[in-house]
């Protein structure tokens, strides 16, 4: 199997920006130059399973292992574009408000962070806020644009109030954008709507957007749209006939290869 660096991949960029002269304006809107955090829910809850409230099954593949799954098919793909990091919160020990920097933006940090959340064990509370905050800290907020990418599937419940996080890091912040991928939220219960309310405050106040999931197709289409670089993926698939048939060059297929046509 050929490798494909990183290089490579900035290259077959060249050709579809030298091609398409309106996707390269300028440099501020030059698509996936900014950094990003995934901030990776490892709470006690992640060891449940089922998509939402009252699906779940006794013997059916936890909620986390899900989450790997699908991480595992988004992120080759994802980190060939721009440079990511990981954050985790909620891992072991029972009941604690951990948050750990597994890894500062990494390029082709694909391996690195699958190889992390493989060997989290869910089973503390949810400083959600603690988190995302980390992130923005790590990304230099104040001083250069990011992107923050936060799963999770449930609330805060280590006193950090998300909402309030969002307008600040909003306030504070360059252009650090800040997106919510919902798990479990379908047939939550009134007792947990505001949970939903303030991590749609938190990414709407940035920028951002909330998305719910209920399948693994959802969870990968959900971080194809935010951690990911969909607009430079979708002109690349074009230019280089993902779909069809026919005599391409060696970017063609090098650029084929990367998009998993």
């Not at 006690?44 to 790997?68: F, H, L, Q, T």
């Not at 959340?117 to 230099?140: H, I, M, N, W, Y």
């Not at 001083?143 to 909402?163: F, W």
Request: hydrophobic share 40%; glycine share 10%; proline share 5%.
């Amino acid at each position: 199997m050929i490798v494909l660096k990183r290089c490579q991949w900035l290259a077959v960029v060249v050709v579809i920006l030298a091609s398409d002269p309106s996707m390269a304006t300028d440099d501020a809107n030059t698509p996936c130059t900014e950094d990003a955090m995934l901030v990776f829910d490892a709470s006690g809850s992640m060891s449940g399973n089922g998509w939402g409230y009252g699906s779940e099954n006794p013997g059916a593949i936890s909620r986390i292992d899900k989450v790997r799954m699908a991480l595992a098919k988004i992120l080759p793909r994802v980190t060939r574009m721009r440079r990511v990091g990981l954050i985790t919160y909620g891992p072991g020990p029972w009941q604690q408000c951990n948050v750990q920097l597994d890894l500062k933006p990494t390029s082709d940090a694909s391996k690195l962070i699958l190889n992390s959340v493989r060997d989290l064990t869910p089973a503390g509370q949810t400083p959600l806020s603690k988190a995302v905050e980390q992130a923005a800290s790590v990304l230099d907020y104040r001083a250069k644009p990011g992107v923050i990418v936060v799963l999770t599937d449930g609330e805060e419940t280590c006193g950090g109030k998300p909402c309030d996080l969002g307008k600040a890091l909003r306030d504070e912040g360059l252009q650090l954008i800040v997106h919510v991928i919902g798990l479990r939220v379908r047939g939550i219960t009134w007792t947990g709507e505001q949970a939903v309310v303030e991590t749609k405050c938190l990414a709407e106040e940035t920028g951002g957007t909330y998305s719910t999931v209920e399948t693994e197709r959802e969870l990968i289409g959900a971080l194809e749209r935010t951690l990911g670089c969909p607009m430079m993926t979708q002109a690349m698939r074009s230019r280089f006939h993902c779909a069809g048939s026919g005599a391409k060059d060696g970017a063609g297929v090098e650029a084929e290869m990367m998009l998993g046509c």
